[in-house]
């Protein structure tokens, strides 16, 4: 495998760095699946749905409900 050297600034090197820690990768991943993606036409349906598939392979499911819904709402606020 080879390797590359990039100029990048230090402020957007530490953001990405903390970004990809927050979601469980490195920023040499993120790159080298950026390279892939641009190397393969990432601009071609085949590819969006591949990149859409280990998007979802990340995501955490839950059954509760996003909102408690209108009533509890109202409720909550004193409304009735």
Avoid at 6 to 19: C, M, T
Avoid at 39 to 62: N, P
Avoid at 66 to 78: I, K, N, Q, T
């Amino acid at each position: 495998m080879a390797n590359m050297t990039i100029a990048i600034d230090d402020q957007l090197l530490r953001a990405a760095r903390i970004k990809a820690v927050q979601q469980g990768t490195s920023v040499n991943e993120v790159c080298r699946q950026a390279i892939e993606a641009f190397a393969q036409g990432a601009g071609d349906a085949d590819a969006r749905l591949t990149r859409i598939k280990a998007l979802a392979k990340k995501v955490r499911v839950t059954h509760e409900p996003l909102w408690p819904g209108r009533e509890a709402l109202y409720s909550d606020a004193g409304v009735r």
